[in-house]
């Protein structure tokens, strides 16, 4: 195929005002209208823009050239050789470049600047003109464009006039939430004023088409998905990439909705989908911008974040968010069946907050501290919530009182049967930190966040990448003759196994195991431990571990495997003391170990081989999140760059053997 360049145009641009963006529900496009009788109103060029014909893009470009002040001319363009059919061309701004000196125009003024904005594109396999690359800057100043007379240039003017059809601008619409001109409007709103309507600020449309149109070229498997009011304009969008895709096959169990931006009225109202991978790290699983806190609002988010959803599509067990009557509507709507939790270390947050101005504030402090952390039945939680209400005369207290109504969604003596993988923060001083907690603030504009938010992300997968990397090639250092720590050093990723390293350690800290029950194979002990409280006081505290040796079952009321994902000091020390001298294998959490994703994709692999269309959609699933793993490690350095291009070729070499043994067993 030859490039062939078309005669350069330099044509002003003659078009009228362009009006609003008119929104076609069916076809899903956003039509611009370029008769005069409009208001002049423009949506800027950017990547992933399609156009139905090359008319379309140039009328589109002059409209929007001729309202922000320029001229336009074609710079490039390319046909096909045998056809002499267009498929791509670069318009630019009249200053582009710099002309040639002749000896007929030396005496006349230089009008070119090397002017940088262009629009470049391409006919697409859609048959549609896609824009590939668009430079808004110009380095010279802006103004009205003067209507020019006939001359040789002006038959390739494509005018814009009333009787003009609208250009259809695809993939606009699900930016645009409303058209431009009422956009404008919106800007002197508060979301509170308009809680049907993102409240988006100038800038903020272009720079998240920028971003979705990126991610859709350079991210094979991200989707966004859009929510609009009854008068087509945003209300509420949802986006997701291919490794938090993935990550939800893997990492789903427990989530953490992260609501505070919403809440707390932040420039960016966004609400994260927050997980826990093997490593014991915060992982993203999914975004979205809210226009306001409604049951409505929510259950559109729950329900994209569902469908987009890779492979397993299964609810969440436990869903973490913040103490919230319109979330606690939602989820019971949409996830019936999951086990809803009110954060603890959210609320122990908010105690200075509600409770700062009382008067014996240190004193109720520390109270609720000792009920909610060192009470290991209801009974004395309860007792020890009583006590302080009575001592400190806070009856009256809204809060409290509301919250001791929730106290079965959040305080962790009746949390015990919820398995939370580390989201529960049922220890004094843990806390569940905001994802994007160094990247966000309140008044950090969305365009701004948009920028930190792909260098977070990639801080993240380099932290995962590199502990995968860790956990298989290096060799972690044991502190005991325990067999438990040997065992589990095989096994588990690093940052778990120093987690659990730390219970086998604090066995020593325990003492005095006895058996105070015995009902059949089931057996109760009594185990020991001195503890260090708050200003260093040292207590010695009782905790009850039910054994059962028939079964392999030990269960602490400590519960630290439904909360942490592996077995406690006390129930390590009933094992050791009935002479176990391996965990049982219930107990080993295969979501820990180094290889879980590699084993997850096998699990799910596994199965006959039916040919319909879900299954295939399921095969597909499975491969790209197994080349997706060879993808990210492959990142790490060179070396590893180059085991994983050449592991690619091989097996693509090895597919195309199988394909070539079919043809020939056909042709036999």
């Known amino acids: 195929m030859e490039e062939t360049p078309d005669t350069e145009q330099t044509t002003d641009v003659l078009s009228s005002s362009v009006g609003p963006a008119q929104t076609d529900g069916?076809?899903?496009?956003?039509?611009?209208?370029?008769?005069?009788?409009?208001?002049?109103?423009?949506?800027?060029?950017?990547?992933?823009?399609?156009?139905?014909?090359?008319?379309?893009?140039?009328?589109?470009?002059?409209?929007?050239?001729?309202?922000?002040?320029?001229?336009?001319?074609?710079?490039?363009?390319?046909?096909?050789?045998n056809s002499r059919e267009k498929y791509g061309a670069v318009l630019c701004c009249s200053s582009q470049g710099f002309k040639r000196v002749k000896e007929v125009n030396r005496l006349r003024k230089e009008t070119r600047t090397g002017c940088p904005a262009m629009m470049r594109m391409r006919l697409a396999d859609s048959k549609r003109w896609r824009v590939l690359e668009a430079t808004l800057e110009h380095n010279h100043t802006l103004g009205a464009v003067k209507k020019v007379g006939s001359g040789p240039h002006r038959k390739m003017l494509f005018k814009s006039e009333p009787e003009t059809p609208p250009v259809k601008l695809y993939r606009a619409l699900v930016i645009d939430g409303g058209t431009p001109s009422d956009f404008n409007q919106t800007l002197a709103k508060s979301s509170s004023e308009n809680p049907s309507q993102l409240n988006l600020k100038r800038g903020d449309t272009q720079a998240m088409y920028n971003y979705f149109c990126r991610m859709q070229l350079t991210n094979p498997n991200f989707v966004y998905l859009m929510d609009l009011n009854e008068e087509g304009r945003l209300r509420n969008v949802y986006w997701v990439d291919a490794r938090a895709r993935a990550a939800n096959a893997y990492f789903g169990d427990v989530i953490f909705l992260d609501t505070a931006c919403v809440s707390n009225k932040y420039e960016v109202p966004l609400v994260?989908?927050?997980?826990?991978?093997?490593?014991?790290?915060?992982?993203?699983?999914?975004?979205?911008?809210?226009?306001?806190?409604?049951?409505?609002?929510?259950?559109?988010?729950?329900?994209?974040?569902?469908?987009?959803?890779?492979?397993?599509?299964?609810?969440?067990?436990?869903?973490?968010?913040?103490?919230?009557?319109?979330?606690?509507?939602?989820?019971?709507?949409?996830?019936?069946?999951?086990?809803?939790?009110?954060?603890l270390s959210h609320i122990m947050k908010k105690v200075p907050e509600k409770l700062g101005g009382l008067r014996n504030y240190d004193g109720i402090r520390k109270a609720i501290v000792k009920g909610v952390y060192e009470a290991v039945k209801p009974f004395d939680f309860e007792a020890a919530w009583a006590f302080m209400i009575q001592r400190f005369g806070i009856a009256d207290n809204e809060w409290l009182r509301s919250l001791y109504e929730d106290r079965a969604k959040w305080a962790p003596v009746y949390?015990?049967?919820?398995?939370?993988?580390?989201?529960?923060?049922?220890?004094?001083?843990?806390?569940?930190?905001?994802?994007?907690?160094?990247?966000?603030?309140?008044?950090?504009?969305?365009?701004?966040?948009?920028?930190?938010?792909?260098?977070?992300?990639?801080?993240?997968?380099?932290?995962?990448?590199?502990?995968?990397?860790?956990?298989?090639?290096?060799?972690?250092?044991?502190?005991?003759?325990?067999?438990?720590?040997?065992?589990?050093?095989?096994?588990?990723?690093?940052?778990?196994?120093?987690?659990?390293?730390?219970?086998?350690?604090?066995?020593?800290?325990?003492?005095?195991?006895?058996?105070?029950?015995?009902?059949?194979?089931?057996?109760?002990?009594?185990?020991?431990?001195?503890?260090?409280?708050?200003?260093?006081?040292?207590?010695?505290?009782?905790?009850?571990?039910?054994?059962?040796?028939?079964?392999?079952?030990?269960?602490?009321?400590?519960?630290?495997?439904?909360?942490?994902?592996?077995?406690?000091?006390?129930?390590?020390?009933?094992?050791?003391?009935?002479?176990?001298?391996?965990?049982?294998?219930?107990?080993?959490?295969?979501?820990?170990?180094?290889?879980?994703?590699?084993?997850?994709?096998?699990?799910?692999?596994?199965?006959?081989?039916?040919?319909?269309c879900t299954e295939r959609g399921r095969w597909f699933e499975q491969l790209y999140r197994s080349a997706l793993q060879v993808v990210e490690e492959g990142m790490v350095s060179l070396d590893h760059y180059k085991v994983a291009l050449q592991v690619f070729n091989e097996s693509l070499d090895r597919v195309h053997n199988i394909e070539q043994k079919n043809v020939s067993s056909h042709l036999l």
């Open 26 to 81: 069916q076809n899903g496009v956003l039509e611009v209208d370029t008769s005069e009788t409009r208001k002049k109103e423009f949506v800027a060029p950017a990547v992933g823009m399609e156009f139905e014909s090359y008319e379309d893009a140039y009328n589109y470009y002059n409209c929007y050239a001729t309202e922000s002040g320029f001229s336009v001319r074609v710079k490039n363009s390319w046909f096909k050789r």
């Open 272 to 343: 994260s989908f927050v997980g826990v991978n093997h490593h014991g790290h915060l992982i993203l699983l999914g975004c979205g911008l809210l226009a306001c806190e409604s049951i409505q609002s929510y259950v559109w988010l729950f329900e994209a974040w569902l469908s987009c959803k890779s492979g397993n599509r299964n609810p969440p067990q436990t869903i973490v968010t913040d103490r919230c009557k319109i979330l606690q509507a939602a989820i019971s709507d949409v996830f019936p069946k999951s086990n809803h939790r009110f954060s």
């Open 415 to 612: 949390l015990k049967d919820t398995f939370f993988f580390g989201m529960a923060a049922a220890r004094p001083g843990e806390t569940l930190n905001p994802f994007f907690e160094k990247y966000l603030h309140k008044q950090t504009p969305l365009k701004e966040f948009l920028e930190k938010y792909e260098l977070a992300l990639q801080k993240k997968h380099n932290e995962e990448a590199n502990s995968d990397t860790e956990s298989r090639s290096l060799s972690v250092d044991l502190k005991t003759r325990c067999s438990f720590e040997v065992q589990l050093s095989k096994v588990y990723t690093r940052g778990i196994f120093k987690r659990f390293q730390l219970e086998v350690e604090e066995m020593y800290s325990c003492f005095g195991t006895m058996q105070v029950h015995v009902d059949g194979a089931i057996a109760i002990f009594l185990v020991k431990e001195r503890v260090i409280c708050e200003g260093n006081r040292r207590e010695i505290r009782d905790f009850e571990v039910l054994y059962n040796r028939g079964a392999g079952e030990v269960r602490c009321i400590c519960s630290c495997f439904s909360f942490y994902g592996y077995l406690c000091r006390h129930a390590l020390c009933v094992l050791n003391f009935n002479g176990v001298e391996e965990i049982p294998s219930k107990y080993i959490l295969s979501r820990w170990t180094k290889d879980y994703k590699r084993l997850c994709v096998e699990e799910n692999g596994s199965g006959g081989g039916g040919g319909d």
